[in-house]
């Protein structure tokens, strides 16, 4: 293993978390409407799948473009070609207006400050080798996306301090929380070089408030260091007018290209969420600060956009008619499925925080713990694998500081689907708790002797020394 | 501003603001020169021609002829279309394996079939250029040090040391010996490095060479991999150049060559790619193709941060599967070559200008040191502006690739049409015509001053850009890869 360097023998890819081995076990027995019915149905997956009709009929009606064809003409040589890390322009260009139209135009991109990379993968590595060195850190809000351990730890060697938030003020970030942040740092000895927020957020679900990006702002100015905001679920707000960017209130803070927190504010940027499209490895990085989008650009060579996607894209961005109707159509879907999975959570007795945005929702399962602890979190979350047969993700594997909150998703599977797993899931409860659904009737709660025989076998199934590759993200 | 500019770079790392990315060499200067006043045919005639870019233009006719034949692999049909939210939506860094499958295929049939490949130890990465530092990260920590066979391909300085820490230790060759890699030179290089505290971690070869053409023998593949076993470091064979082997000697790969030696397997890994075999740099598909399963492991977990677009994947994988087709373009192309090289070479010839005896690869390594005043890295600078500036042709200097030898110059012949071959001949014709009446002259008069007023920039007045609308033509009229900064000692050297 000597032979090896630091970063393939550690396992600071964070992979052996319960997020990623939630999906070995749905993996080994995934859930299908014909083949399938018992098997685990997959809700630890944000993915955007409600308006893929919407790009099919697009690319029915406009087969040039992913013909490698413009005007009627191939241009395959062009493309097969093109591997200039300035990006396509007409893609960025398009890009940019994409992501302002999402904004509901409230504020305007450059495409000249946006650098392509191989998805918000990519985007976050490279952001975080550009503005840390080795040991030093950047402060995330906790719950936060499991991911980034391994996106902005691994390879880097920067460390994530996190910025405790709790469930007594829905999850919001506060003036003190910050400051705990930054002085935990000074105690460990490393410095911290910025703030990394996801707006929307992931696993909240929730968008932020314009005084939560005042206050980060005015810390980052404060202390003098960067801010980044992961913004890949702008386009899941459930209306354009619930969610604000940070560039937003930097224009209403009357801060340009004068002040110099201007220059440390950095947007990273997707369409893995709000197209659905996260096989095509598109992610963008935004910065005001050119000699970050100078370095940033030159590290995209290690991950550049397929010039065949990049030409895809461009086009299919370019139709203003499409983005217009595919943002409004979006949220609404969006919205009517998080509805949905609420109410069924309601009809389990289980309540979760108020969203408005995301591909989840953040769901309170604490009062079906047997401790407040950890422990009993990831008692109860192997029990809802194994036993209801729902893979969704903990909390812990998002680094919340308050036990039984599981992050759990709804745009990547049928109604019918999602029907189904909530039955399960009010059977089960109904089953093992006694709880009242939400007309006040109660369940059996008596425990058959089939049961406990099914108990007992799923304790014995619990073993995750099983290290064998675990597929996708 | 200027303080708050300066405030804000200690806010950058030090991989941000040091020069490792290494874009300030002349290998990418020379590219500005092209940029400013690229060559067409018929609108600017006398503009610079790329001869830096080592692309393969020669066979897209095939290709474009199977994407036209095959519009489902691009969405292009309502059966293709129905793929499309599968495709979109597949993230699994372990690829389709359906890809895994065609690309394995492919690596074989590249290799004339004489040995078979596991799709299951294909990783994808970002490019060669990904693959290259996704190897370093998985192979050594920051401060440990590879050796690497000069001349080598300048950008392996930004991919295998930039964001890795790793060193270069180059272990240097010449012409002496036609540039062939001894064991002596490796063990020599080793040896230093040892002495030196610098911890060698391995060896990295890229056969066929950039920037040679040429193809390693068995028996110096063979002497290579005793090497690496003996001191237990490891061996990476980039080899993105194998499908344009156009001539004899036929290819050896790393993989045939294990397969009959007492090998550790787990110190052999490939670097793949489809940017210079099929021509397809845009499409960024770069392999990782180790037989250390531990290596594999991790290296599919860092692909994470370069994946092979989904889009791309799917179509590739129904391309490289069809065999005919695979077949007829591996032949067409290596044949194109064959040819294109000929004909540049014969050229060459014509005017008494020497180069190394090649047989695969996208460039010649032309021998210019009868050229030089100087037969110093100086005198190689100069007759280099010469032929930018002057004869207008877009060279590499053997100095960009770490040459030790001065007056070697790397020069593409696959990336343009016959007709601009013929125009580039006609100029290189001019520029040893131009040279020996300079040399004659100056052994009459004084040298120095009409050296420097022959050296003068000329660039012409207008600064012509071509926008990609409305302008068919094959040679390429593209922005280069990667436009330099603006201020570049290519630049200030000259006043």
Redesign the interface.
């Given at each position: 293993?000597h032979?090896?360097?630091?970063?393939?023998t550690f396992n600071s890819?964070g992979?052996d978390s319960s997020y990623f081995l939630g999906w070995q076990e749905y993996e080994k027995n995934p859930y299908h409407e014909v083949h399938n019915t018992n098997g685990i149905i997959q809700m630890g997956l944000a993915?955007n799948?409600l308006c893929?009709d919407l790009?099919?009929s697009w690319?029915?009606k406009n087969?040039d473009a992913?013909?490698?064809k413009?005007?009627g003409?191939?241009?395959?040589?062009?493309?097969?070609?093109?591997?200039?890390?300035?990006g396509l322009p007409a893609f960025k260009k398009a890009l940019v207006d994409f992501m302002a139209e999402i904004r509901g135009n409230k504020v305007t991109f450059d495409p000249n400050h946006l650098v392509l990379t191989?998805?918000a993968?990519?985007a976050n590595?490279t952001l975080i080798?550009?503005?840390?060195?080795?040991g030093e850190a950047v402060l995330i809000p906790t719950p936060y996306y499991p991911g980034f351990d391994?996106?902005l730890k691994?390879?880097t060697g920067v460390e994530i301090v996190p910025i405790h938030c709790t469930s007594s003020n829905g999850f919001q970030i506060t003036e003190p929380a910050l400051q705990e942040a930054y002085q935990e740092a000074e105690k460990r000895n490393l410095r911290v070089?910025g703030v990394l927020v996801t707006n929307p957020s992931n696993p909240l679900g929730t968008t932020m408030t314009r005084n939560e990006l005042n206050l980060l702002l005015s810390f980052v100015e404060d202390k003098?260091?960067?801010l980044i905001s992961d913004e890949i679920y702008s386009g899941t707000a459930f209306s354009s007018a619930s969610f604000i960017s940070v560039m937003e209130v930097l224009k209403d803070r009357k801060c340009d290209e004068?002040s110099?927190v201007w220059?440390?504010v950095h947007v990273v940027y997707s369409l893995?969420k709000d197209l659905?499209?996260?096989?095509?490895?598109v992610g963008a990085i935004y910065s005001n600060?050119d000699?970050?989008v100078a370095?940033?650009t030159?590290?995209s060579?290690?991950?550049?956009?397929?010039?065949?996607?990049q030409h895809?894209l461009s086009a299919m961005l370019s139709d203003k008619k499409l983005t217009k109707n595919y943002i409004a159509e979006n949220q609404k879907r969006l919205k009517q499925r998080q509805k949905k999975l609420v109410s069924g959570l309601q009809k389990a007795g289980i309540s979760c925080l108020k969203g408005n945005a995301g591909l989840f929702c953040w769901v309170d399962m604490s009062h079906l713990l047997r401790s407040n602890t950890f422990e009993a979190e990831m008692e109860l979350w192997k029990k809802i694998v194994y036993e209801v047969r729902l893979n969704i993700s903990p909390g812990s594997s998002c680094h919340c500081t308050e036990p039984g909150w599981f992050r759990v998703c709804f745009a990547n599977l049928s109604e019918e689907t999602l029907d189904l797993a909530m039955q399960r899931l009010k059977a089960f409860v109904g089953e093992y708790y006694n709880v009242p659904d939400v007309t006040g009737r109660s369940q059996s709660s008596q425990l058959s002797h089939s049961r406990r025989r099914s108990l007992t076998k799923w304790v014995f199934r619990l073993s995750f020394d099983d290290r064998s590759?675990i597929?996708?993200? | 501003m200027a303080s708050s500019a300066s405030k804000n770079s200690l806010l950058l790392s030090k991989i941000a603001t040091n020069e490792k990315h290494g874009e300030n060499s002349p290998y990418f200067n020379g590219w500005k020169a092209y940029d400013q006043n690229p060559f067409h045919p018929t609108e600017n005639p006398e503009g610079v021609i790329q001869m830096g870019l080592a692309e393969n233009q020669l066979s897209f006719d095939l290709v474009e002829e199977w994407i036209r034949k095959n519009p489902k692999a691009s969405f292009c049909t309502a059966e293709g279309v129905e793929k499309f939210r599968s495709v979109a939506n597949f993230q699994d860094y372990h690829g389709f394996p359906e890809f895994r499958q065609a690309i394995a295929t492919f690596m074989s049939k590249a290799r004339g079939g004489r040995v078979t490949f596991d799709p299951d130890r294909v990783v994808m990465s970002g490019g060669a250029t990904g693959a290259n530092e996704l190897v370093m990260f998985c192979l050594a920590d920051p401060g440990d040090a590879f050796l690497i066979p000069s001349p080598y391909y300048p950008a392996y300085y930004r991919d295998l040391g930039w964001r890795t820490g790793v060193q270069i230790v180059p272990v240097d060759c010449d012409s002496s010996n036609n540039f062939k890699i001894t064991k002596e030179a490796v063990e020599a290089a080793y040896e230093k490095a040892k002495n030196n505290n610098i911890k060698v971690k391995g060896l990295i070869i890229t056969n066929p060479s950039n920037p040679l053409g040429t193809t390693l023998d068995k028996d110096t593949l063979e002497s290579l991999v005793t090497f690496i076993n003996q001191k237990n470091i490891h061996l990476v064979c980039d080899e993105i150049y194998a499908a344009t082997v156009f001539s004899s000697p036929k290819y050896t790969c790393i993989t045939q060559v294990i397969q009959d030696m007492d090998c550790n397997p787990n110190l052999i890994h490939i670097v793949y790619s489809l940017s210079k075999d099929m021509g397809f740099p845009g499409l960024r598909v770069g392999i990782v193709y180790s037989y250390n399963d531990d290596v594999v492991n991790i290296g599919r977990k860092m692909s994470s941060f370069g994946l092979v677009s989904s889009q791309t994947q799917h179509m590739l994988a129904s391309m490289l599967s069809d065999e005919d087709f695979v077949e007829k373009f591996l032949a067409t192309s290596s044949k194109r070559l064959a040819k294109r090289h000929r004909v540049f070479t014969k050229g060459l010839e014509e005017v008494g200008i020497s180069y190394l005896k090649s047989n695969a690869g996208l460039f010649c390594w032309m021998d210019l040191r009868r050229l030089l005043k100087d037969q110093t890295l100086d005198g190689e600078m100069v007759l280099w502006r010469v032929i930018v500036n002057e004869v207008k042709l877009n060279v590499s200097p053997g100095s960009s690739f770490k040459c030790v030898e001065p007056g070697w110059f790397r020069v593409c012949f696959a990336n343009m049409d016959d007709d601009t071959v013929e125009v580039a001949l006609k100029r290189i014709r001019a520029l040893v015509g131009q040279e020996k009446k300079a040399q004659e002259q100056a052994q009459v008069k004084s040298t120095k001053k009409r050296w420097q007023s022959n050296l003068r920039l000329s660039f012409s007045s207008s600064t012509r850009r071509f926008e990609q609308e409305g302008v068919s033509v094959k040679s390429p009229h593209m922005m280069s890869p990667h436009s330099p900064m603006p201020h570049t000692p290519f630049v200030r050297a000259i006043t």
């Open positions: 293993m032979m090896l360097s630091r970063n393939a890819h992979q993915e799948q893929f790009l099919e690319l029915a087969p992913a013909a490698f413009k005007n003409e191939s241009i395959f040589a062009e493309l097969a070609l093109f591997q200039d890390y300035h191989a998805g993968t990519s590595e080798f550009c503005l840390a060195d080795p391994r996106d691994w390879r070089k003098g260091i960067h004068n110099e220059q440390r893995s659905g499209l996260p096989g095509f490895r600060d000699m970050v370095a940033a030159k590290m060579s290690f991950g550049l956009v397929s010039s065949q996607t895809l590759p597929p996708g993200r | -």
